[in-house]
């Protein structure tokens, strides 16, 4: 399984970014799929999650301010990213999920290429 990530880079407070992943070797359109970023000196965290019927979830510190997305056809995750802040500086990462008990994921794959993506003026 390959998860390449792109489209990172250094935006200004307040700016946006898209975010890609391509994925291949594995059956993209069946699995969940999530966002996690690490932040330097901190725990990797997963920020947003797509179920296969395109059921989306966020964590608290980017809801109503991330988006994500998928398209099946092209085996490709998205996160637009709007209103970006100096704590979301942090390299992200894409991976298939695997559903816990308790409403949590795990990831399922190793970890691929991330992207630095960072806030600053």
């Known amino acids: 399984v390959q998860l390449q990530a792109s489209g990172g880079g250094l935006v200004q407070p307040g700016g946006s970014l898209r975010l890609s992943c391509a994925v291949s070797?594995?059956?993209?359109?069946?699995?969940?799929m999530g966002w996690y970023r690490q932040a330097p000196g901190k725990q990797r965290e997963l920020v947003a999650t797509?179920?296969?019927?395109?059921?989306?979830d966020y964590a608290d510190s980017v809801k109503g301010r991330f988006t994500i997305s998928r398209d099946n056809a092209e085996n490709t995750l998205y996160l637009q990213m709007n209103s970006l802040q100096p704590e979301d500086t942090a390299v992200y990462y894409c991976?298939?999920?695997?559903?816990?008990?308790?409403?949590?994921?795990?990831?399922?794959?190793?970890w691929g290429q991330g992207t630095q993506v960072t806030v600053s003026s």
């Open positions: 991976n298939a999920l695997r559903a816990l008990s308790g409403a949590t994921w795990s990831p399922l794959y190793s």
């Open positions: 070797g594995m059956l993209f359109n069946v699995n969940a």
């Open positions: 797509i179920t296969s019927a395109a059921t989306t």
